[in-house]
């Protein structure tokens, strides 16, 4: 039992202390790839950088300590990184303090889910996501975090759009615009660091040698290269008259947003039905100037960031910012474009930020965060809710299916149940400490694989190592430039592209490889509302699972040149005249109870001459009361049509409800036979007295008469 509770003891069983320095510098090795992905990743999700630290020093320790997999790193991953930004974009403004206490507060509902479904040993409810459906997700979804890293690499702002194609057709028209050179060669200098040390030495960290690299350039070149000035410091009376109508649309929208706030709160005590309308409708009202607020200020903001200046130094050493012209050779300029740092928040007049040079991470607070229990929203965990539960399935179904990859090359038992545990409790003990959702990562898990880790302590080394550089190393991050962090989001899901599980799966079923392009799709058309994406490929996976289920498999059989009964129309096999050998596959249920009748009643009047039915059972299953009721009017209608009717291969599940229903009296014990051999051998003769039929294809291989003549 205390095994069960604490997995982890079982590894110290041989532990020694050859072991212990193996895992130590596993562990090391992957914090070296941890630390500057998990502040790519946090960036991803729509939060600061340092937050990817936080979510990295308490779910990769408990993940390994209380999960099966010895080998799983567990952390912040693009797919999850990806579906927070997703869920959250509806509930608050990216990186605003709203939005990071709800991708804290999801963190906790992500890990509730995945505990509740371990403890519950309901592993299996994974499966839901089916294979076709995760690999048109995920093949999407590379796609699309690939593409939202492109304004960082061409240093470029601008406002999402409703949906992700549009903001990348936003991005193009802004780049065309205005590329700031210097943060495009960062990225494809960090391209070239990370492809190259992959190639060419591939034990080496190849991302920490980009992010050193780039930083220590960025740092020596002054790549971030901001001041704040006053407004009048900008000599354009065009700019200063947009900026005023983007303030007062900012302005305008706070108090009418209390507004609506507040009668909303009425709006939950009313019971009069007519003073319900009049506040519904003020809460309307207020929604629509809102809106309408929203997007004069989008408007605005997209010009503010439009413009493009100079700058000059006065006489007095003062400065002042000229808007860029064909004649700006005139002006003494400092030979840099700068443009008017802008978010959602009203531009103050004396405290304008202009930028001159490229983003950087900035500054990270030092020290550990704080920890506590999050802040519980009833209506936030509503609206959550159905996010939850899929980044719990997405999130596990990727920690599993890499530690089962691991597994089979280590020998390593797994236990779902139990990872799902570890995920759980990860996710649970991470939101205390700030952090968002974490998963399991393959390209972690393959480097602490390919170090030799032999336990789950290499991932709580790499755990101290984040500790270690929150305490210490945060300020040498301050220089990180936002397009290096952009190109490790966009190398690392290269990987996640895989054109050839479409053909996989429609090898294996058209219908399969129809799901998945399908899912591939609509995740693409609705991003960044991924989940409707998802919907759409579990909705049509369970359909065609319905559409088999209420219509399964009924043939006819006859003789193979293997001597086993087979399929008469897809082996091109003749029928017999007198004996239908009849097969049905899958459960046998209220949904195709029916269908079975049907099927047989076809075969009845299609074969004049028939004159015995024998059902090979052997592919049921399982058996409900309707599938009960419909072998009972299949038997009574056979038999008054003066055919008779017999069961081969009934297994024990549908034995034991034939019983108890007395079904076994009504077929009578001698038309149930073990074997569909036994079955023929003892109709056969009975069925071919007096016939005219040359060669039986039940007891000789006879084929149709196209098929001889190929």
Not at 154 to 162: L, N, S, Y
Not at 296 to 305: F, G
Not at 361 to 377: C, D, E, H, T, Y
Request: aromatic share 8%; hydrophobic share 45%.
């Amino acid at each position: 039992m205390i095994k069960k509770i604490f997995p982890f003891l079982e590894w110290f069983k041989t532990y020694n202390l050859d072991s212990f320095k193996i895992d130590a510098v596993s562990g090391l090795t992957v914090a070296l790839v941890l630390i500057p992905q998990s502040m790519a990743y946090a960036q991803l999700a729509g939060l600061p950088a340092y937050y990817g630290l936080y979510a990295s020093f308490l779910p990769p320790m408990i993940a390994s300590l209380f999960g099966s997999s010895r080998q799983l790193a567990t952390g912040p991953v693009a797919v999850v990184s990806l579906m927070t930004a997703a869920s959250l974009a509806p509930l608050a403004s990216a990186g605003s303090e709203g939005y990071i206490a709800y991708a804290i507060l999801l963190a906790l509902m992500v890990g509730l889910f995945q505990l509740s479904l371990g403890v519950l040993r309901l592993g299996l409810v994974v499966n839901f996501l089916s294979h076709p459906v995760v690999n048109g997700f995920t093949n999407a979804a590379a796609i699309i975090i690939a593409s939202s890293q492109l304004s960082k690499m061409f240093g470029v702002d601008i406002d999402e759009a409703p949906h992700h194609y549009e903001t990348i057709m936003r991005v193009c028209s802004a780049a065309l615009h205005y590329t700031h050179l210097p943060t495009f060669f960062m990225g494809v200098l960090a391209f070239s660091i990370m492809y190259g040390f992959k190639r060419l030495a591939p034990k080496i960290p190849n991302v920490l040698v980009a992010v050193v690299v780039t930083t220590v350039i960025s740092w020596s070149i002054g790549f971030e290269h901001d001041t704040k000035i006053d407004l009048s410091a900008i000599k354009s009376e065009e700019v200063h008259g947009v900026i005023e109508k983007f303030n007062d649309a900012v302005k305008a929208i706070k108090p009418l947003s209390d507004q609506r706030t507040e009668a909303g709160k009425t709006l939950d005590n009313l019971h009069d039905p007519i003073e319900k309308i009049n506040v519904q409708h003020e809460i309307n009202v207020c929604t629509l100037k809102i809106e309408l607020l929203q997007h004069d200020a989008e408007i605005n903001r997209a010009k503010i960031r439009k413009f493009l200046f100079n700058r000059v130094t006065e006489a007095g050493g003062s400065m002042s910012f000229h808007i860029k012209t064909k004649t700006d050779s005139e002006l003494k300029t400092d030979g840099r474009t700068w443009r008017i740092k802008i978010k959602n928040d009203p531009l103050k007049s004396d405290n304008i930020k202009m930028s001159g040079g490229g983003s950087v991470v900035g500054s990270i607070p030092k020290g550990l965060p704080a920890l506590g229990i999050p802040k519980i929203n009833l209506k936030v965990l509503g609206q959550l809710f159905p996010y939850a539960v899929i980044i719990s399935l997405l999130g596990f179904m990727e920690a599993i299916s890499i530690a089962k990859a691991m597994a089979a090359k280590t020998g390593q038992r797994l236990d779902p149940n139990q990872e799902l545990i570890g995920q759980g409790l990860a996710n649970i003990l991470g939101s205390f400490g700030k952090g968002y959702p974490t998963s399991g990562s393959f390209s972690r898990s393959a480097v602490n694989l390919q170090a030799g880790a032999v336990t789950g302590l290499s991932s709580v080394f790499s755990s101290f190592a984040v500790v270690i550089a929150l305490l210490f190393f945060t300020p040498l991050l301050y220089h990180l430039p936002q397009a290096v962090l952009a190109a490790v989001i966009m190398m690392a899901v290269v990987g996640l592209i895989n054109v050839g599980g479409f053909i996989h799966a429609w090898r294996a079923q058209w219908y399969d490889g129809a799901i998945s392009i399908i899912s591939f799709i609509f995740t693409l058309g609705f991003a960044p509302h991924l989940d409707k994406g998802i919907m759409v490929g579990v909705l049509l996976s369970l359909g065609v699972f319905l559409y088999k289920s209420m219509r399964p498999t009924v043939s006819s059989l006859s003789r193979h040149e293997d001597e086993d009964f087979r399929d008469s129309m897809i082996h091109e096999l003749m029928e017999c005249e007198y004996v239908d050998l009849i097969r049905f596959e899958g459960t046998l249920f209220f949904a195709n109870a029916s269908y079975l009748e049907d099927k047989i009643n076809e075969r009845i009047v299609a074969k004049k001459n028939l004159k015995h039915i024998v059902i090979a059972a052997n592919g049921i299953n399982d058996i409900d009361a309707s599938g009960e009721e419909a072998l009972s009017l299949v038997v009574d209608r056979v038999r008054s049509a003066g055919i008779d009717i017999s069961f081969s291969g009934i297994n024990e599940t549908v034995m034991s409800v034939l019983r108890r229903t007395h079904m076994l009296e009504k077929i009578g014990a001698r038309h149930i036979f073990p074997t569909m051999e036994k079955a023929i051998c003892s109709v056969h003769e009975i069925a071919h007295k007096d016939g005219a039929e040359p060669l039986c294809p039940l007891t000789t291989v006879c084929r149709i008469a196209k098929y001889d003549m190929k």
